[in-house]
């Protein structure tokens, strides 16, 4: 695979880093497209431009609209062909270990060197899985987060997105507002959230979006 003329997408929510890892690693990936994300609902929208067809995602796992691995399990389960490296400054074994299992392609470290990402990258866009050194894989065990997940990866792209403007507080009306659609499919695109996710209100699918977030690793 030549790795030229690439589209990557730097999803971060942090301008500085975007565009610090974009200057560096045009270096390295010439004549390779840059886009950029701040947010889950901007990652979503770039995905949506059919015209384009991207070669990977740099994903970090805490940026506004992502809890935790949300959104990389609905990468995996709408775009399983477009490879996700996630990219974070949580490095414990665990965080690296649920990333795989939920479907991403690698871990890269925000404290990896240069040639450590062009390397990560380039093992990644080849095909292989690439994980920094000395990273003790841990068993994740079958349990109620991982339902929830299963779960979350059945909702359509424009479900995840209403569930996510949820999330963020928003009535029915703004999120209709905001997606130029009636009231009346929000409450519809609502019904069908509770239904996948086995809830009965949206305090309860926000409450199962939430168990996605990173879990804190004692020290």
Known sequence: MKLENLNIIIADDHPLFRNALRQA????????????????????????????????????????????????????????????????????NMTISRALHYGSAGFIPKSSSMDSLTLALTSVLCGDIWLPKN????????????????KLSDLTPQQYKVLQMFAEGMLNKQVAYDLGVSEATIKAHATAIFRKLGVRNRTQAVISLQQLEMQKVEI
């Open 25 to 92: 690693l045009s270096i390295s990936f010439a004549n390779t497209q840059w886009f950029e994300a701040d947010s889950a609902l901007a990652l979503q929208a770039l995905l949506e431009q059919a015209e384009i067809a991207y070669d990977l995602v740099m994903l970090d796992l805490q940026m506004p609209g992502s809890h935790g691995y949300s959104t990389l399990i609905h990468l995996r389960s709408h775009f399983p062909e477009l490879p996700v490296v996630v990219i974070s400054a949580h490095e414990d």
């Open 135 to 150: 990273v003790e894989i841990q068993h994740i065990e079958e349990n109620s987060t991982n339902l929830i997940a299963n």
